[in-house]
């Protein structure tokens, strides 16, 4: 799911392509990242499905892969929250470091930290530190 995130986030580098300064980029790229894990961290997946490339291809963390926005949808609201096989899932993504953008601006490559919340059905909780790339 790390990847997920992370990927869409990259991947919506097309907003670079507006005129301004790498760190206008940057922060349009953040605030994107931020839209993501509150979307996640809420349940409220959909709200994540404009910030995610219609062309995404993502691997999760139990191997399933995800190819359109449809699939992330669906992939989240199957295992997470009301009838999901898990209660919850919050996340916190860290970038190491801002976006390496492509000289054109038009993509770029970025890494981090990550830790995943997983609340299962009956209240036990599991954290998982992560580590992502995403282009």
Known sequence: MRRL???????????S??????????????????TLQTAINNGDYDAMLLAVSPDIRAT?????TLSSREDVSAYFKRWFGPG????????????DAPT???????WGL???TGVE???LADGRTYDMQTRWTAV
């Open 84 to 95: 999901g096989y898990l209660a919850k899932l919050e996340m916190t993504m860290t970038p």
């Open 60 to 64: 999760t963390i139990n191997q399933e």
């Open 17 to 34: 392509q507006a005129q301004g300064s790498d760190e206008a980029i940057h922060g349009e790229l953040r605030t994107i990242l931020t």
């Open 110 to 112: 970025a890494r981090g």
């Open 100 to 106: 390496e953008l492509s000289p054109d601006r038009t």
């Open 117 to 119: 919340r997983y609340t």
């Open 5 to 15: 995130v992370l990927l869409a986030l990259v991947m919506l580098a097309r907003a």
